[in-house]
């Protein structure tokens, strides 16, 4: 029989349990509500961050085959994102806004760069430890993964779950849009110009997508081979293949052209090593014959074999084709260049994203070592915004890690980068490497390219999806169960 079938896939204790309910609600609630753009939701999101910590610890005193030092280790994690919380409120002791009455109205009057090395422009104090407080939330959430659970098995079930309701969204979301478009619905709410379904922002939804269709495709890569029809639609393979193109569908639908572009690489990517896995070599039909759900002999696998076989390179082909032809087309269009979707009317366009970045880089000048402070882009960037940009306020600069610069300087950056950075060189020093574990770690590849370029981890939804999915690949490898 395969491991995967005498292995026990079940919880070993409490704490994974509550590690799975936790994942689950803290992915869920922000994806189900707006992408967690509601104040309710990212208050009682905040509030169940702390179940992670509190699990860890329980985990590291109660459970005999705890890791030594479960609990330090998990806190060492964690550090760098508490740094930066008290470094933002030792910033807001030092507000970098003034406020100016002139006659009968108020002004906001931006205090001299070098006023002091740590100051804050956010409008609020809540404003400014919010998106700390979630970061937090997220890092520690993730983190219980990797110190919590010892089996593959936990880890794929979560990746699983959410997968679900990420294509559970998306088809609403395809539902809704169809009910839109008949006539005489037109006047239905909608929750957000320019966006799909309940998520505000396209872009958000693209990201989210991306990221759990990368989770999908893990899932379908790491189940067991099904050739036979019969068992094949009962599969947890086949279920996940279906999550994944749901997922891919909706980017294909909402997205834009760099956003396709690197769902089309991730489809081919994963369609490529499914084609490996299911060719008809003695390997590959001996670990199906072996299975309880193998009824046939063995020599009779060889042609039902071929068929997945030749699906999967198929569809793998067809997405690398695709995927060049768009590059091309987009490429060539001076109004796209891959980065934005010239027929979205209510998106960003070329040239405002070259201003956004002029006028940030002018910004990071001033204060390039702790920046102007989290929450504070909206307030410092409305003073150096130049008049190709208009007269709105501008919520980020379309880019992560100039987002991060100019609030949190190079400081906050390294602060946010360093646990990442270490658990990935943990993981390639190990030296043992899955397939199924290179087909996450290409989608979070992916979504780093996003990252540069927008900004989805401003949406709660996905920022606890890239923890989750992050710390289930550092996993991954080196779980002792799998």
Known sequence: MLDEEVVNKNTRHGNERLLIVNVLLMFALPAIFFGGTSDFITGLFIALGILAPINV?????????????????????????????????????????????????????????????????????????????????????????????????????????????????AVLGFLYDAILAIKGFENMPSFGEGGFFIFPIASWWSAFALLWMGGALTVAVYSAQRFRFVTFFYSLRFLSLLSAVILFFSIMYCGTPIERVLAMWLAAVACAVLTFDTIPTNKNLSRHWTSKYSRKRKNNFMSSAIVPCLVYAAAGLTAAAVSAFTIVDSANNKDEMLIVNADNESGVTLAERRALLVDSVDIIELKPVFGWGTGSFSNVFAFYQSSDLGDCAWDSPHSEIVKKIIENGFAGLALAAITPFIFFVMWLMRFDFSASGLVLLFALGCFGVLAVIDCPLQCIAVQISFWVLMMSLFKWDCSKVR
């Open 57 to 169: 610890f329980v985990y590291s005193r109660a459970w005999i085959d705890a890791t030594p030092h479960t609990w330090m280790r998990f806190l060492l994690a964690l550090s760098p994102y508490i740094i930066a919380f008290i470094i933002t409120v030792v910033g807001l002791l030092h507000p970098a806004l003034e406020h100016v009455q002139i006659g009968s109205r108020e002004y906001l009057k931006l205090l001299k760069n070098g006023e002091t090395l740590l100051a804050s422009a956010a409008p609020s104090f809540l404003s400014a430890i919010t998106p700390d407080l979630i970061t937090l939330g997220c890092a520690a959430c993730g983190l219980s993964i990797y110190f919590i659970t010892e089996s593959r098995y936990i880890i794929r079930r979560i990746i699983f779950y959410c997968s679900l309701i990420a294509a559970s969204i």
